[in-house]
Nanobody
Framework: QVQLVQSVGGLVQAGGSLRLSCAAS????????MGWFRHAPGKEREFVAA????????YYEDSVKGRFTISRDNAENTVYLQMNSLKPEDTAVYYC?????????????????WGQGTQVTVSS
């Protein structure tokens, strides 16, 4: 199983920006989709964004489109989530995860090798 190490989150004011990183350790291939999910209090874990390591295809949840950008650095085996124009509603624990190799997905059940989560708190 691949180990995923996430960066530290923090407290950000509404309208601010924050970049999360997720580095995969061990021997891995760059053919897997990588995704970001979040889990807010009182809500189910939801899809945020995903990126294909081979095709550079990206997918976003509607509420973050135009504000969040997922990117990758295959040389470092790292995926990023750039979050701009943050809103209090973005407050959640964010998780990165390894997705399918030969197919894209927005469903948590299709992802494996989850990171341990990063707390992001957005104040008004």
């Amino acid at each position: 199983q691949v180990q995923l190490v996430q960066s530290v989150g923090g407290l950000v004011q509404a309208g601010g920006s924050l970049r999360l990183s997720c580095a995969a350790s061990g021997r891995t291939f760059n053919t897997y989709t990588m995704g970001w999910f979040r889990h807010a209090p009182g809500k189910e874990r939801e899809f945020v964004a995903a990126i294909s390591w081979t095709g550079s295809n990206t997918y976003y949840e509607d509420s973050v489109k135009g504000r969040f950008t997922i990117s990758r650095d295959n040389a470092e085996n790292t995926v990023y989530l750039q979050m701009n124009s943050l809103k209090p509603e973005d407050t959640a624990v964010y998780y990165c995860a390894v997705g399918p190799r030969f197919a894209s997905s927005r469903h948590p059940a299709d992802f494996s090798s989850w990171g341990q989560g990063t707390q992001v708190t957005v104040s008004s």
